[in-house]
């Protein structure tokens, strides 16, 4: 049991969660803000890159083939690594993701200088599938550590912290192109800038703590993930999809999820701006992704509204924005096409720069409110991290498999109308669809009893977090 003297040590080196004093980096939200630092160093940097526009080269052609070979294989792996990471665990998935992204930026860098479309080519499929076992990491760690009331805060910290890889990245370019008012390809110092920022993000990874050694505020605890065979865990995806059938009507809406994402940076930003404008636009896009994902995030989690009722607030919220904003450009997008001669190409000093700015600005929000709003709907359906490593393995699989084929679709020179077009009817599709499941499925709680730490349990980790402190300070 717990004694005045062990209850004034764990005030002095700790948190309290019932009386339980752990150490600090052991917190949910600890945890939560490390994978987000980790997606900030390596998905953060990847997407102030793509946020170029064609990777930051002038032909898109290159970035969009070594796009549908990273998305290709993003979807095998994707739909597959809640297996992997169920058995491996969170530490070494994500260490091993980080890998991929540092190799891409490496594969243009060489680009620069040889013209090798097979390293990019190479590269993007390498990174389709760390970044398939990153992100299932990201997604389980993400749903599963924060309690109930807190998740959809959690999300949207993760996503500030995450964008903010991409806000802070944006300013590399700048900073190294911002005499570059031409529209040619961004230099050496971007790509290496962006490759040492990579390769810290794979080793922060390992400071991650696994599931079972985190308790939450209230008491309850994160479940216990067990590693059986691999075997076991092949027959764990297909049990998922046959105990849970409802998440197949979720697929559209995850295929969407990534589609939009063509038509944002490699028709508009690339067709509207000139290299000093893209690195300009890129930083402000990545900053409205934060405030989108924070500002939607705490309504999700608004108490005063109960939750089955905050996710049907949410997706009427969410289809409100993104049918107000993608319509702004409806006209614009059936009159643009690939051919550069016909580009406004607008520098900051042009007088349509800040409408279009703002322009893409709202895309940024938008996309964040969709992607919040999906981890926040799939963190409902279960508290259970073995389950939610499966979701967000079918989240990520599915939303790269769709990548994959718009990624194609813009490498074989289709419209700009016929990827807008096809981006806003996908969307429309995948809330429709999934009114179903928010309107049965989703409940005010969760919550078993399975979730709560017993007694025993307690006294066990009120002693192992002793240990860990003292022997975290006879380290130091």
Same mark, same amino acid.
């Given at each position: 049991m717990?004694?005045p003297?062990e209850?004034n040590?764990?005030q002095?080196?700790g948190?309290?969660?019932l009386?339980?004093r752990?150490p600090?980096?052991?917190s949910?939200?600890a945890?939560v803000?490390?994978?987000?630092f980790?997606c900030?160093?390596?998905?953060?940097?990847f997407n102030?890159?793509s946020?170029l526009?064609?990777g930051?080269?002038?032909?898109?052609r290159?970035?969009s083939?070594?796009?549908?070979?990273?998305y290709?294989?993003f979807?095998?792996?994707?739909?597959?690594?809640?297996t992997?990471?169920n058995?491996?665990g969170?530490q070494a998935?994500?260490?091993?993701g980080?890998l991929?992204?540092?190799m891409?930026s490496?594969?243009?860098?060489?680009?620069n200088?040889t013209?090798?479309?097979?390293?990019v080519l190479?590269?993007?499929?390498?990174?389709g599938v760390?970044?398939?076992?990153l992100?299932?990491?990201q997604?389980?760690?993400m749903?599963?550590?924060p309690?109930e009331?807190e998740?959809?805060?959690?999300i949207?910290?993760f996503?500030a912290?995450?964008?903010m890889?991409a806000?802070i990245?944006?300013?590399?370019?700048i900073?190294?192109?911002w005499?570059?008012?031409d529209?040619g390809a961004?230099?050496d110092?971007?790509?290496?800038g962006f490759?040492?920022?990579m390769?810290c993000?794979?080793?922060l990874?390992?400071f991650?703590?696994?599931?079972?050694?985190?308790?939450?505020?209230?008491?309850?605890?994160?479940?216990?993930v067990?590693?059986p065979s691999?075997?076991r865990?092949i027959?764990g995806?297909?049990?998922t999809?046959?105990t849970?059938?409802?998440?197949l009507l979720l697929f559209p809406?995850?295929?969407?999820?990534?589609?939009f994402?063509?038509?944002q940076?490699?028709?508009?930003?690339?067709?509207?701006?000139n290299?000093?404008?893209?690195t300009?636009t890129?930083?402000?896009?990545?900053?409205?992704q934060?405030f989108? =994902?924070?500002? +939607? #995030?705490?309504?999700?989690?608004n108490?005063?509204i %109960?939750?089955r009722k905050r996710?049907?607030?949410? @997706?009427?919220?969410l289809c409100?924005?993104?049918?107000?904003?993608?319509?702004r450009?409806?006209?614009?997008?059936?009159?643009?096409?690939?051919?550069a001669?016909?580009r406004p190409?607008n520098d900051?000093?042009?007088?349509?720069?800040t409408?279009?700015?703002?322009?893409?600005?709202?895309?940024g929000f938008?996309?964040a409110?969709?992607?919040?709003?999906?981890?926040?709907?799939?963190?409902?359906?279960?508290?259970e991290?073995?389950?939610?490593a499966?979701f967000a393995?079918?989240y990520?699989g599915i939303q790269?498999?769709?990548?994959a084929?718009?990624?194609?679709?813009d490498?074989?020179?289709y419209?700009? =109308?016929?990827? +807008? #077009?096809?981006?806003w009817g996908?969307?429309?599709? %995948?809330m429709l669809?999934?009114?179903?499941v928010? @309107?049965?499925?989703?409940?005010?709680?969760?919550?078993?009893?399975?979730?709560?730490?017993t007694?025993?349990?307690?006294?066990?980790v009120?002693?192992?977090a002793?240990?860990v402190?003292?022997a975290?300070?006879?380290?130091?």
């Amino acid at each position: 049991m717990e004694t005045p003297h062990e209850d004034n040590f764990y005030q002095r080196k700790g948190i309290k969660i019932l009386g339980i004093r752990l150490p600090p980096w052991r917190s949910p939200l600890a945890q939560v803000m490390l994978t987000g630092f980790v997606c900030f160093l390596c998905p953060g940097m990847f997407n102030a890159l793509s946020g170029l526009g064609a990777g930051g080269q002038v032909d898109s052609r290159v970035q969009s083939n070594a796009s549908v070979a990273l998305y290709t294989t993003f979807a095998f792996v994707g739909f597959t690594a809640g297996t992997a990471l169920n058995y491996f665990g969170a530490q070494a998935t994500l260490a091993f993701g980080g890998l991929g992204y540092a190799m891409y930026s490496a594969s243009f860098l060489s680009y620069n200088h040889t013209k090798n479309e097979g390293f990019v080519l190479f590269a993007g499929a390498f990174l389709g599938v760390c970044a398939g076992l990153l992100w299932c990491a990201q997604g389980t760690v993400m749903m599963s550590y924060p309690m109930e009331s807190e998740k959809g805060r959690y999300i949207g910290l993760f996503w500030a912290i995450f964008n903010m890889g991409a806000v802070i990245g944006s300013c590399i370019p700048i900073a190294t192109n911002w005499s570059s008012p031409d529209n040619g390809a961004v230099n050496d110092g971007t790509y290496v800038g962006f490759l040492v920022l990579m390769l810290c993000g794979a080793v922060l990874a390992f400071f991650l703590v696994p599931p079972e050694k985190i308790i939450r505020k209230d008491g309850t605890r994160v479940q216990r993930v067990h590693h059986p065979s691999m075997k076991r865990e092949i027959y764990g995806l297909w049990e998922t999809i046959k105990t849970d059938t409802y998440v197949l009507l979720l697929f559209p809406f995850f295929w969407a999820s990534n589609w939009f994402y063509t038509y944002q940076q490699n028709c508009y930003q690339l067709f509207y701006f000139n290299l000093r404008g893209r690195t300009f636009t890129n930083l402000w896009y990545w900053l409205a992704q934060i405030f989108g =994902a924070l500002a +939607f #995030g705490f309504f999700l989690d608004n108490q005063r509204i %109960g939750r089955r009722k905050r996710a049907i607030y949410g @997706w009427v919220i969410l289809c409100v924005a993104v049918n107000s904003i993608v319509s702004r450009t409806f006209s614009r997008f059936l009159k643009i096409g690939h051919n550069a001669g016909q580009r406004p190409v607008n520098d900051l000093t042009d007088k349509d720069f800040t409408w279009y700015l703002l322009l893409y600005m709202a895309y940024g929000f938008q996309d964040a409110m969709w992607q919040t709003y999906a981890y926040w709907m799939m963190g409902a359906l279960s508290n259970e991290p073995r389950k939610l490593a499966y979701f967000a393995g079918f989240y990520k699989g599915i939303q790269s498999a769709g990548a994959a084929v718009v990624w194609r679709l813009d490498g074989v020179q289709y419209s700009y =109308a016929t990827l +807008f #077009g096809s981006s806003w009817g996908l969307c429309g599709a %995948g809330m429709l669809l999934a009114i179903p499941v928010i @309107w049965r499925r989703i409940k005010d709680t969760e919550l078993t009893q399975e979730d709560f730490i017993t007694p025993a349990e307690k006294d066990i980790v009120m002693s192992d977090a002793k240990q860990v402190v003292l022997a975290h300070e006879g380290g130091a």
